[in-house]
């Protein structure tokens, strides 16, 4: 049964929201990804997050961009922890999904991440899940081990190549 | 019956949004002030905006502060014109509101006024309702040149005192 | 008879312009379209506001970017309601156009868009302008209905497919 | 045994971040209120990280205004979900708290609340202990109602008072 | 016969502006200071700028605050330079009315000030009447030696008195 | 002889400068164009603003990016009317420049322009310039009104070509 | 004989600067405070930083608000390092400060400090001194120990008291 | 002996941070040069920065994106003088990166570059380190010449050429 549901504002979030399903995957997380507007379908909104808790979700991811609603308005409704992705919009860069998703008033938190930030919300869900799951935490635990590693070998390749060498044979 | 209802996301939002209550009353408006907050009351929210047309509403003047939802959730749900006011936040001066409520997606538009721009709203609403109601369209006119001869009346008084004598004469 | 005019600061904003006019074209709206620039025909935009309501307007679109005077400057001169699009301007990302908008005293207020929000600007028009035109709101409705459908339909897709074969089978 | 962890920066921060405390003890949830610092005290910062998790800390709430670097090292060094708050500062308003806190890079999130959010960083922390502690969930629930009921109780008071009164008789 | 126009939106901006008038008359520049709305009083602001040439001024001062488009639209209508000052607003600090003024696009330049910089605008206005007037530029000349004498002697008692006493014996 | 030096803090500042220059052309002003860093070359940044009223120039266009710092400076040393060009930067859009130029303190006043605005510090220039040559005046109102015969015969054009066919027959 | 000058662009300065000095007496390292306007008396600034090496000097702290050019011209005349402190602005907080010392061009570092940190510069200019001054090092570095017991110590008491006790016994 | 640390976040910082090896390379400094993440390596971090004193190094240079802790956490943990290069970031243009490194808090200063500074950095190092090396002091005296140098002669060739063949002559 799906722990994490990932839902979006639009499918032109998907290139950015994808990322959370992905690092989802990687942990063995379960999850549903579904596109849920709460401008376009308010009632299809409502809905799914009156029920997301009979529905055996644990978390929620949601990414929006502009006047982003979709994060707070599913933690107005639901009791569940809510990640709150702000979307890179094209006007603002993101300031304005930034602002919309953060701000919210006390009594109705989003856990909000980086503009952007999808993977980084898939991370978080699974520290939630993790506090309940010896195995999933060895996981995530894990995956920090790794994260170090690689950047110990690129600055070992760094610091041997030189940087211009470096530089010079990898596009960046 | 009322014509116009003023929503503001909490009760402290009331000393700025009063002045949409001044402004319809001046110009002999009916409207309802109340309470609706899109984060703690989502489903009163609903409610109110699904059933604003048929409860003889034309125009709906909704004030909210911070990760402001409350007129672009509105505006989702009716198709009534929507007038946001972003109220001026502690922590952000009211950027924050104004983002939330200025950029919504295209399909769901909402009115913008400027941060703490209450009675603008309500002239707005006024200006809206008097395309079908000449009487009305009177007082705004009217209203309007008022504010000019105010100003045509200052500027008098400014080049007579002289501006050492206007500044003593009154509190700035 | 034209209802909506539909007027920008440059033809320049006409690529961003140019959906107010199609959406109002969708609704079946008779518009108005035609560059007046406050800053470069002053007399003409002055004229032009002047005289809008008796050439049978019933609300104005005005873009413009940057030192955005434009929509302000009108609202000043008539009663009629005027909604304001700021243009993305080159160097400040369109927040001075939106500032430029949307601040209005009181007194004179713009009912302000997204930035590039000229879709949302037919689309208010629209509204107010059903309030007094029973086809025109069911046509409102409608397209509010079709953007939920819409919505829907990618969501039964994207949950269906998939979302890498979603992803790959189309240009994100 | 505590359950969370509620740091700050500074001693300074306290007057804000004591509303995490109060609402934990409002929801029956342990936790324990330090200072540490991550610019005076890089030692006590990365020993407290290290050892949170056997600790028994499920959550940690760490609060820090200006180049607010605690919440963001703390989670490069536990495994555990880190909620950030962003103390307003004198000088920037707290954008500065909320970017050094929010945009953390892949790899490593910070579930960030709104400036001066730690009421809600309470919040928070007891939704994710709420998952495995059914009782627990009941009380956020019945938080969540009472958000509901109060603004509902407020309503209905300004409804019958009408606004004038209702301003007159509080203080705002 | 005066030589510079001092106008400003709204008397509420005198309070600023009459560091402008208190320049000019330092310098012996004769003026006219009064209130022009260009949005109050947008037929005023027409006739005033489209006579002020024949009216003998030869610079412009205009300063305004929100949607700050007094000092762009006098420039749209006259060939004098306009010298703009960005009045400092209560909701968004001046960022608006700096915006507002100085983002013209090409073709109509405002000269524009720092924002509630209406000393300035006033040497300014004085630098340039200064250029054919002999009298005038040696007292331009005079008082920018001032300003260096000024500190010359602040920097010489601050260096003889001490830090400490020098803070202790004036008010900051 | 010269009347205007036009000014920038770097070559790579040229391509937007340049419009000073063909702008004084077109108005027939002689002018003066070169590199002069302030923070590269400060002696002879202080010569050249030194010696700037006896070298015969009565106005300065002084652009520069980033922290610029020339036009203040040159305003800082020389008693002629100095206007800023904010150049559009790598970094910051630009920002950075218009905060360094605009903000002066009081006493020493840089006529600033928009960012990348160097048209319209040539036209300034002019306009000043003009206040004492009637020739020059000429041009300058015939400039403006030009402007006003542009935009009166694109609106033409737009109206009778309907803004599909003028979208498709330009490059926008 | 002085090693560190501390400069700032006006007296209104001293109440920010002041905490340079305090903590250059806390080292027993010898200053120099004066008023070094880059404005208002360039040709002071420019003799200040030619002399600055051959006066003794091996750090320059320059404080200034607004348009804050003096760092950046110090640090264009000298080759010593310049410490920039942007001063708290009235009508920007300082941005307007803080982009004006920070973004200098490559060639000229300025080394930039918080808004308002006077501290920071003068803590700067010991570490930099103390890479030759083994006692003055000894110095900088018991300070950061300080610091480090000033939290253990706060911590402490604030874990004992208990967080309302300790708000109770203090002024926050 | 290396007498400057060079260390970056990530090594996809290198593009920028490799200007502060090539200036060090070209004064003749001695650096090495790596990667060092706060989030990721945040023991490597630690360790790297306790010990940079007893390893040789006079000064360190810290570029990191973002939520930027990496300068100001090697400057809690070290009393060597620090310098930080905000490093721009793909959503926010490295305002966070610059927000999150200068505004540190009183008592651990982080010398704070123009956004992407890395040069400047490298020469902020050297004259630091020039201080106690008159070889090294004359080569960065030459730099600055050759600065001047490079001006004069770009702006002789530009008076020469004339603009416009000095624009068709180069890339801009």
Do not use: C, W
């Not at 994808?18 to 849920?36: K, M, N, P, S």
């Not at 507007?37 to 644990?58: I, V």
């Amino acid at each position: 049964m799906a722990k994490v549901a990932i839902i979006m504002g639009s499918d032109s979030d998907l290139p950015v929201m994808q990322e959370a399903a992905r690092i989802l995957e990687h942990f063995g997380v379960e999850y549903q990804l579904t596109v849920v507007s709460a401008h376009r379908t308010p009632k299809r909104m409502f809905d799914f997050a009156a029920s997301a808790h009979e529905n055996g979700f644990d978390a929620i991811i949601a990414g929006a961009g502009g006047a982003a609603h979709l994060p707070g308005m599913v933690a107005s409704i639901t009791h569940l922890p809510v990640i709150g992705v702000p979307v890179q919009s094209k006007t603002m860069s993101g300031l304005d999904s930034l602002y919309s998703i953060v701000q919210m008033p006390p009594g109705v938190p989003v856990a909000t991440m980086a503009i952007n930030g999808a993977r980084n919300a898939g991370i978080m869900a699974a520290q939630i899940l993790a506090l309940n799951n010896h195995e999933l935490s060895q996981r995530v635990q894990a995956y920090k081990r790794n994260l170090e590693l690689e950047v110990l070998n690129k600055a070992e390749k760094l610091e041997s190549e030189g940087f211009e060498d470096y530089l010079n044979n990898r596009n960046f």
